[in-house]
């Protein structure tokens, strides 16, 4: 079945980076389009960004650009999101999802908390 796993979260100070991973199985990873999202305490479910297929297009949100970068490696079947220049608001649980036919498929999410 359909399975995301996100990993890398942790508490970082203001300007640091963090690096997400989400590894997936189940599913052609190489032809997906991913896409991450987060929650804050308190908040709706907010876009972050989504690529295509390898070669394809990636899309941010204005919050993060510049700031954020997604990547895929195909041969690991992993999504990441390497993050820079963290703020206080970045703060949230960082979920990647996928779209496969007409359902959404998340993961557990990963905790990023920025914090002096």
């Known amino acids: 079945q359909v399975q995301l796993v996100e990993s890398g979260g942790g508490m970082v100070q203001p300007g640091g980076s963090l690096r997400l991973s989400c590894v997936a199985s189940?599913?052609?990873?190489?032809?997906?389009?991913m896409s991450w999202f987060r929650q804050a305490p308190g908040k709706e479910r907010e876009w972050v960004g989504t690529?295509?297929?390898?070669?394809?297009?990636?899309n941010y949100a204005d919050s993060v650009k510049g700031r954020f970068t997604i990547s895929r490696s195909s041969a690991k079947s992993t999504l990441y999101l390497q993050m820079n220049s963290l703020k206080p608001e970045d703060t949230a649980v960082y979920y990647c999802?996928?779209?496969?036919?007409?359902?959404?498929?998340w993961g557990q999410g990963t905790q990023v908390t920025v914090s002096s």
């Open positions: 999802k996928v779209w496969l036919g007409s359902l959404d498929y």
């Open positions: 189940g599913f052609t990873f190489s032809s997906a389009t």
């Open positions: 690529t295509t297929r390898p070669g394809g297009t990636t």
